[in-house]
């Protein structure tokens, strides 16, 4: 079965800390990668996706992750965290016939 | 960000109970999909609706039925629900494209089964 680690469940930094949350899938064929943050209160938004070219992604707030095909990865890296970027990650994985995949998520907590 | 609405926002509800969650998006998408937020645990996929055919059905329990009737809305009734169906519902919408797909969620329905 396909499936999604988010190895890190909950994150606790500093404000202008450096993040990486870590994103390994299982699946040997061709995917489109993403992830989505849900800030607290609010709905589940699009961070940044992968589909192809560059394996380095840029998304928005400064965020970018780095697709690396032989270690099945897509991390997910910011320089300089901020007390707003407090929220939950997911990464998701879309495989052949359009499935998608979801980790369990990491909660990011940032300390002021 | 009003792409995609969901109704209610929160029920409560006993396990003897029949409602509906209902889900509206204003994107023009063709492909709309239920999904089951619980705590510690991945977003479940419970139902795919391309061109308002439901094209995946990832074993969902009975008691849970969708129902599409046109490209922009989809509603999940639920009837003699348990306890452990007590989650976040959340409803996303996409273009589907081969090879590029782009869900976007909407707030979700939290609820909750007595």
């Known amino acids: 079965a396909q499936s999604v680690s988010q190895h890190n469940h909950h994150v606790i930094l500093s404000e202008a800390a450096s993040l990486e949350l870590g994103c390994n899938y299982s699946y040997g064929g061709t995917v489109n990668l993403f992830w989505y943050v849900q800030y607290p209160g609010q709905h589940l938004q699009l961070l940044l996706k992968y589909f192809s070219g560059d394996p380095l992604v840029k998304g928005i707030k400064g965020f970018e992750a780095e697709f690396i095909k032989s270690k099945f990865s897509f991390n997910l890296r910011k320089p300089s965290v901020q007390w707003s970027d407090t929220a939950e990650y997911f990464c998701?994985?879309?495989?052949?016939?359009?499935?998608?995949?979801f980790g369990s998520g990491t909660k990011l907590n940032v300390k002021p | 960000e009003t792409g995609v609405t969901q109704t209610p926002r929160h029920l409560v509800m006993g396990m003897t109970n029949k409602k509906s969650l209902k889900c509206e998006q204003h994107l023009g998408h063709n492909a709309m999909y239920w999904y089951k937020q619980s705590a510690k645990k991945p977003l479940e996929l419970m139902f795919v609706y391309s061109l308002e055919e439901r094209v995946e059905n990832n074993s969902v329990p009975s008691r849970f039925s969708p129902e599409c009737p046109n490209s922009s809305h989809l509603f999940l009734h639920l009837h003699t629900l348990q306890p452990e169906d007590s989650a976040l519902y959340l409803c996303a919408s996409s273009q589907r494209l081969a090879g590029s797909d782009t869900q976007y969620f909407g707030p979700g329905t939290r609820l909750t089964v007595l």
């Open positions: 998701a994985v879309m495989a052949r016939g359009d499935k998608f995949y």
